[in-house]
């Protein structure tokens, strides 16, 4: 699929194509872990479950069920498809809360509810397009395959990881080869002193289409520098998605459409990648009165 833009009368300027769908109906597998080894502050799981690696893209996603059998944790927890290979699907998981935490403590041979591959993957670029993926932190890990998936299409491929120390680092090596990779870090304890945007800025200039995974804030500054010089961007959102199927709406964020209006759309189901100028980041979490809809919410212009 090739990225194209357009101009309406959004402020935010390019309206870049949106991702494609999912090619293949997600499945729910009870999966062995086969792998596990911690990364810096995160764990890398890796599962077998064939049905979801044969069909998952980057990009998209799976939400695991957590606390086991008799847990009182009701919601799923949705991650980044970190790698497919062989039937195994991999992941990478920052524990946090008490889900993240149990999920990141299963050991081989432990098994854990799976559903996958969901959302819309990263759409390509025409063949040979040169391509900057960036990625904030373990965000990072959702980009060595779509790296690798534009390097066998003829793309030259620039990665920038970049994290707030380097124990919060993820898939730098993995990325180094399949791609040319720059590394920052706020602290100045890996690669270059500063953040991802420092290094975007430098290299933007010599790429034809932007890629991004990370934290929300970064996800805005990438896509704003790519905007601002008429670069088409993707990024992939992190929302919280309870329920990773389109059902909750928990997941919402507002989106400009094509046709120059503003929607809430699901990030699990129109995203999680959606193009880097379309996301309203600012009036993210909120309903604004220009949003379709909100008339009839009673929402009234400021």
Do not use: K
């Not at 920052?184 to 690669?191: H, M, R, S």
């Amino acid at each position: 699929m090739t990225p194209r833009t357009h101009q309406d009368g959004h402020a935010g300027g390019l309206l870049t194509t949106p991702p494609p769908p999912a090619s293949r109906p997600p499945v729910q597998v009870d999966a062995e872990v086969v792998g596990r080894r911690p990364v810096g502050a995160y764990v890398r799981l890796t599962l077998a479950a064939p049905g979801i690696a044969a069909a998952a893209a980057p990009g998209q996603f799976v939400a695991f069920a957590v606390g086991g059998p008799n847990s009182a944790l009701l919601l799923r927890r949705s991650i980044a498809v970190a790698g497919v290979a062989g039937g195994h699907v991999t992941a990478v998981v920052a524990p946090r809360g008490p889900g993240s935490t149990w999920l990141a403590g299963l050991q081989p041979g432990e098994r854990v509810d799976v559903v996958g591959p969901l959302g819309r993957p990263f759409p390509l670029p025409s063949p040979g397009t040169p391509a900057l993926v960036v990625g904030g932190g373990y965000g990072a890990a959702a980009l060595v395959g779509l790296a690798a998936r534009l390097r066998d299409q003829g793309s030259a491929v620039t990665a920038v990881a970049g994290a707030a120390s380097a124990d919060r680092l993820c898939s730098v090596e993995e990325l180094g080869e399949v791609a040319d990779v720059v590394v920052t870090t706020e602290d100045g304890g890996a690669g270059r002193r500063g953040r991802v945007t420092d290094a975007v800025a430098q290299v933007l200039g010599a790429v034809g289409v932007v890629y991004a995974c990370g934290p929300m804030a970064m996800l805005r500054a990438v896509a704003d520098l790519a905007t601002a010089a008429g670069i088409p961007s993707y990024v992939a959102v992190e929302e919280s998605m309870a329920c990773g199927i389109g059902v909750c709406m928990t997941c919402v964020l507002p989106v400009v459409g094509e046709d120059g209006r503003t929607r809430l759309a699901r990030s699990c189901a129109e995203g999680p990648v959606f193009g880097g100028d379309r996301v309203r980041f600012t009036d993210v979490g909120t309903l604004t009165a220009d949003v379709v809809g909100a008339d009839a919410m009673g929402v009234l212009p400021a």
